[in-house]
């Protein structure tokens, strides 16, 4: 059975930092690219960051000299670092495993940033 499991979301002032951390389990994790996609309230979801298994990351332009993807295939788990967070980072944060046949999701982690 595949899990994908967030944690370390919660609720931090602009300007702030959070790191959201996800592990996998019950899938072959160094052969997935492993992503961070966020959803906010009326919103579309978003590739935030994503990794590959060699460690080869890529940003969305918003986020770029913000956040920092990071993984570690012995632990099988990958982070998220968020500096200087701004209210529109406010959203679900959700773990994603994928490859070219398979994709598995978390179910989400809330990060909030207060004004």
């Known amino acids: 059975q595949v899990q994908l499991v967030e944690s370390g979301g919660g609720l931090v002032q602009a300007g702030g930092s959070l790191r959201v951390s996800c592990v996998a389990s019950?899938?072959?994790?160094?052969?997935?690219?492993m992503n961070w996609y966020r959803q906010a309230p009326g919103k579309q979801r978003e590739l935030v960051a994503a990794?590959?298994?060699?460690?080869?990351?890529n940003y969305v332009d918003s986020v770029k000299g913000r956040f920092t993807i990071s993984r570690d295939n012995a632990k099988r788990t990958v982070d998220l670092q968020m500096n200087s967070l701004k209210p529109e980072d406010t959203a679900v944060y959700y773990c994603?495993?994928?490859?070219?046949?398979?994709?598995?999701w978390g179910q989400g982690t809330q990060v909030t940033v207060s004004s």
């Open positions: 990794v590959t298994g060699g460690g080869s990351a």
């Open positions: 994603n495993a994928a490859n070219s046949r398979l994709n598995y």
């Open positions: 019950g899938i072959n994790f160094s052969f997935y690219i």
